[in-house]
């Protein structure tokens, strides 16, 4: 299992840009997570999603749109590329059922930097 | 008052010491916690989730203590390579998963 994969590992853009970053999982997990952490701050959730066709809102979704056409894939858009959009950004996925919560698995970052 | 608070440190200890970090939650209704670790510019991996009853695996020690509403990491012998930044994380629904600053703990030789 590759686990969850994410491209591009960098990326600079200028200011009013878009890009998609994108995120897969092999592990067959129903929850898909995106995050951003600034220099020296904690995880904030942007996005994530409990299935396929299914998303909703975190605590910093401005800026950012989803989508989650399949179980594997879950890209994250920006849209406007602001300079407050610089951080790394994590996806995650976990399987959570009845049992509970799953431990999430991460994925290596995008670094974004916007210009 | 933040959700989560952890020292930010950083925790300078040497060679086989042992070390210790609470992290303090606000949400009562927080059902699930863990430690994660994060290495410098790498993702964060989970270490160990954090039990009621308190669960140790190997060096590593988490207690929870919903009373006074904080959980903590302790490490026993700590090794150079413990070097890391430690997150705490919580989860009080499907959505809610408030994680922490994290706590930088730096092993010298």
């Known amino acids: 299992n590759a686990g969850v994969t994410q491209t591009p590992k960098f990326r600079i853009l200028k200011i009013g840009q878009s890009m998609t970053l994108q995120c897969t999982q092999d592990?067959?997990?129903?929850?898909m997570y995106w995050y951003r952490q600034d220099p020296g701050m904690g995880l904030k959730l942007i996005y994530y999603?409990?299935?396929?066709?299914?998303?909703d809102k975190g605590e910093v979704p401005n800026g950012y749109n989803v989508s989650r056409s399949t179980t594997e894939d879950f890209p994250l858009r920006l849209e406007l590329a602001a300079p407050s959009q610089t951080s790394v950004y994590f996806c995650a996925s976990s399987y959570s059922g009845e049992g509970g919560y799953g431990e999430q698995f991460f994925g290596p970052g995008t670094r974004l930097t916007v210009l | 008052r933040k959700e989560v608070e952890q020292d930010p440190g950083p925790f300078n200890v040497p060679e086989g010491a042992t070390v210790a970090f609470n992290c303090t939650y606000s949400?009562?209704?927080?059902?699930?916690f863990f430690w994660y670790r994060q290495d410098c510019r790498k993702e964060p991996k989970l270490l160990m989730s954090v039990y009621s009853s308190g669960n140790e695996d190997g060096r590593f020690t988490a207690q929870l203590n919903r009373a006074s509403q904080y959980i903590s990491l302790l490490i026993r012998d700590s090794k150079l390579s413990d070097s890391a930044t430690y997150l705490c994380?919580?989860?009080?629904?499907?959505?809610?998963?408030?994680f922490g600053s994290g706590t930088r703990l730096s092993i010298r030789p």
């Open positions: 994380a919580l989860r009080s629904s499907a959505s809610k998963i408030i």
């Open positions: 949400n009562s209704a927080s059902q699930s």
């Open positions: 592990m067959n997990h129903n929850y």
């Open positions: 999603s409990v299935g396929a066709g299914i998303t």
